[in-house]
Nanobody, 118 residues
Framework: QVQLEESGGGLVQPGGSLRLSCAASGSIFTVYDMGWYRQAPGKERELVATITNGGTTNYTDSVKGRFTISRDNAKNTVYLQMNSLKPEDTAVYYC????????????WGQGTQVTVSS
């Protein structure tokens, strides 16, 4: 059984920063791609950023230059550093990971709320 546990969400003023973390645990052989998605009220879930186990990153245009995704392969953990936050970044943020156990499956975290408001 694999679990993804997220932390680091909260309330922040516009222009502020937050750092999200997501740790994968369980009987893991290796972890391939990891990523962050978000879902705002009334909207579909959208990709925010992804990172391969080799460190190649990809960002949606709206967060380029403001957000940074990184990972610690030894800890099976992915991070999302969010700077210059805007009200439109308000959403529930979910991490996901392609995890190899006996099979390769995609797992999701439970989500963490990020609210950007003055």
């Amino acid at each position: 059984q694999v679990q993804l546990e997220e932390s680091g969400g909260g309330l922040v003023q516009p222009g502020g920063s937050l750092r999200l973390s997501c740790a994968a645990s369980g009987s893991i052989f290796t972890v391939y791609d990891m990523g962050w998605y978000r879902q705002a009220p009334g909207k579909e879930r959208e990709l925010v950023a992804t990172i391969t186990n080799g460190g190649t990153t990809n960002y949606t245009d709206s967060v380029k230059g403001r957000f940074t995704i990184s990972r610690d392969n030894a800890k099976n953990t992915v991070y999302l550093q969010m700077n210059s936050l805007k009200p439109e970044d308000t959403a529930v943020y979910y991490c996901n990971a392609d995890v190899v156990t006996l099979l390769t499956m995609t797992y999701w975290g439970q989500g963490t709320q990020v609210t950007v408001s003055s």
